[in-house]
Nanobody, 121 residues
Framework: VQLQASGGGLVQAGGSLRLSCAASGRTFRNYNMGWFRQAPGKEREFVSSIRWSGSTTYADSVKGRFTCSRDNAKNTVYLQMNSLKPEDTAVYFC????????????????WGQGTLVTVSS
């Protein structure tokens, strides 16, 4: 499985960005997908996930501001990020897991290269 994340950039606090993650593979619809982020000097942390069924999970820090969705016809998962804060600044990664545990990075089998999101105050 190959993953290509895109959509990062520089945005002012309060602004929005939409990240995309395009995946290879004919069984994309069976994948559980996750978004993680890693800020400088910090560990990689869970942001959101969307299971093959479409059910979503969010970290408390982004709940109500971020929305994860998927388009199986395009083999793509999205992360719509609204009301961005400076503390959202990080490299964002998408990943694939076959596990039912979707919040731990150790459960993910494949990772994209990351896309940088910078939120200015």
């Amino acid at each position: 499985v190959q993953l290509q994340a895109s959509g990062g950039g520089l945005v002012q606090a309060g602004g929005s960005l939409r990240l995309s993650c395009a995946a290879s593979g004919r069984t994309f619809r069976n994948y559980n997908m996750g978004w993680f982020r890693q800020a400088p000097g910090k560990e990689r942390e869970f942001v959101s996930s969307i299971r093959w069924s479409g059910s979503t999970t969010y970290a408390d820090s982004v709940k109500g501001r971020f929305t994860c969705s998927r388009d199986n016809a395009k083999n793509t998962v999205y992360l719509q990020m609204n009301s961005l804060k400076p503390e959202d600044t990080a490299v964002y990664f998408c990943a694939v897991t076959t596990s039912v545990v979707v919040t731990s990075p150790g459960q993910y089998n494949y990772w994209g290269q990351g896309t940088l999101v910078t939120v200015s105050s």
